[in-house]
């Protein structure tokens, strides 16, 4: 076999881009922050950084997770914890001309968490904020932008950031992920709100009840209710151990 030459293969860097959703007064939410240093300084972009040397694309993303929420990535086979935060891969970036500064290959992941505070900025970001999705891309989720006096995110950050909500919006259909956007203890109501929220709908709270309650292993009662929401106490779930809906929960046609 002849002598492997690393030298004879163009050199590029690997990153890591973070999706972040949570609801926010009843709007999906993305967490974006402004570039402090070249490229597109000033411009908003998804968070994210280098992989390092020493660290597999999980731990790289876990990292960069911790340093730009203070969350923790959830372990799904470990017991739920209070500032565990929903990580998933999402997909790879690799288009040549993505970064202007070398070949740079991404690789995005989604991470989804309930009603996270406001973020601080870290690293080469001089601010962070959760901005609507629909702020961030056309209201149906496109790569448009409402205000066109907005500049659009840098990178192809907002190719991966539709891409991870249309992630997001499609997997609620037949997983437990909406879930992951609630509290430990929620109500029916609570959850419904979510789903409005991340699908861009209104749905009948009485026949979403029904079919939240009537999926077998997705909702658990704790025996508990509050009266948080207002008006009469509202009976108190936990998420089930059923990661996959059957019947699955089918997004309305709008």
Known sequence: MPPYDPSTFPPFAVTVDLVVLTVRRHALCALVVRRGESPFQGRWALPGGFVRADEDLGAAAARELVEETGLCAQDPAAPAIGNGAHLEQLAT??????????????????????????????????????????????????????????????????????????RARSKIEYSSLATAFCPPEFTVGELRRVYEAVWGVVLDPRNFHRKVTGTPGFLVPTGGTTTRQGGRPAQLFRAGAATVLNPPMLRPEV
């Not at 500049?151 to 950031?161: S, Y």
């Open 93 to 166: 970036y690799g288009d040549p001309g993505r970064d202007p500064r070398m070949r740079v290959v991404s690789v995005a992941h989604l991470a989804l968490a309930p009603d996270l505070p406001a973020p601080r900025a870290g690293g080469d970001a001089n601010s962070a904020r959760w901005s609507p999705v629909e702020d961030l891309l056309g209201a149906d989720g496109s790569l448009g932008h409402e205000d066109e006096n907005q500049a659009p995110l840098a990178f192809d950050h907002a190719r991966i950031l539709a891409d991870g909500v249309e």
